[in-house]
């Protein structure tokens, strides 16, 4: 993996200032914060070597490069799911790339279904902590010591002093800003009641089917993690209605501009 990582890594670059620090993924529906970047350059996966292609509707899958906040930022519109059918390995090897290329920040957004009684559809919530419950690690097997260390701490996935930033960007621009633990699961299908319930009773706050693993590989390779789940969905006994894909798309688009706002805001601070 080293190897074809290096090779990813040469091919971009030239492509990549030096000065970027900050790597953005962007969840379904919640590719909009791509169009606030300027000095655009886009780079479609299928031309990175190495770099896995993207397969649902609804996830372009390009790399953009440019600015964000004044700061230069390299996001990923469309991320690799686990249920998508790729490796651990694969869904996790955009942030190693950002990783060898010096970045020191991981920001993400994701749409997620809610259990806290106080959410409603449209909520953004920032991630405080999470849940691993995919059935595979993406650090399962030899661990590469130029990447990170066997046993990576998990005491703060989510970077406490971003957390803040973010939460006092919320309060002075009025922006309701839920906070909350996140629960990854490997879909794809969305959760029963009892699986809800059972999330809501083991200390989820919202529930998804990605973050999770690039949280932990970001952390492994020392980037510094804020992360985002827009409630698309709600799944709290007696308020539980049939979920679709085109319904969790419709949602994180509504949520979309408030929470591009705070990301935007964070990163001019950093
Ligand atoms: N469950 C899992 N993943 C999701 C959901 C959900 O309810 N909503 C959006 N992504």
């Known amino acids: 993996m080293l190897q074809t990582l290096k090779e990813t890594v ?25 169009n606030n970047i300027t000095e ?11 770099f896995p292609v993207s397969t649902v509707a609804g996830h372009s899958g390009k790399l953009i490069v440019g600015k964000l906040g004044g700061k230069p930022v390299l996001a990923m519109q469309g ?22 290329l010096g970045f020191k920040y991981l920001f993400v957004s994701n749409a997620a279904g809610g259990m806290n009684g106080s959410f409603q559809i449209g909520d953004i919530m920032l991630i405080d902590d999470h849940i691993n419950l995919f059935p595979e690690h993406p650090l399962r097997g030899k661990n590469h010591e ?5 046993f990576p701490d998990m005491s703060e996935a989510y970077n406490r002093k971003l957390k803040k930033l973010a939460f006092e960007i919320a309060d002075k621009n009025n922006i309701k800003l ?7 699961t490997q879909g794809p299908t969305f959760e029963t009641p009892a ?14 089917m990605s973050t999770v693993p690039e949280v932990i590989a970001a952390r492994h390779g020392g980037l510094k993690v804020l992360a985002f789940s827009i409630i698309t969905d709600i799944g709290i006994l007696g308020k539980i209605v049939e979920v679709t894909h085109e ?6 688009k509504i949520a979309q501009p408030k929470m591009a706002f705070i990301m935007e805001e964070v990163i001019k601070q950093l």
């Open 195 to 208: 699986e809800y319930h059972y999330f809501k009773i083991i200390g989820g706050d919202a529930v998804g």
């Open 178 to 184: 839920q906070s909350g633990i996140y629960v990854g």
């Open 146 to 150: 130029e990447l990170g260390v066997r």
């Open 79 to 100: 991320r690799f799911h686990f249920y998508e059918g790729y490796s651990m390995k694969e869904v996790t090897y955009p942030v190693r790339v950002m990783q060898l």
């Open 40 to 50: 655009k350059k886009e780079i479609p996966y299928e031309d990175i070597p190495h």
């Open 247 to 252: 319904e969790v798309q419709e949602a994180a």
């Open 10 to 34: 040469s091919w971009l670059r030239p492509q990549i200032s030096e000065e970027t620090k900050i790597g953005i993924i962007l969840g379904t529906g919640l590719g909009d914060l791509a």
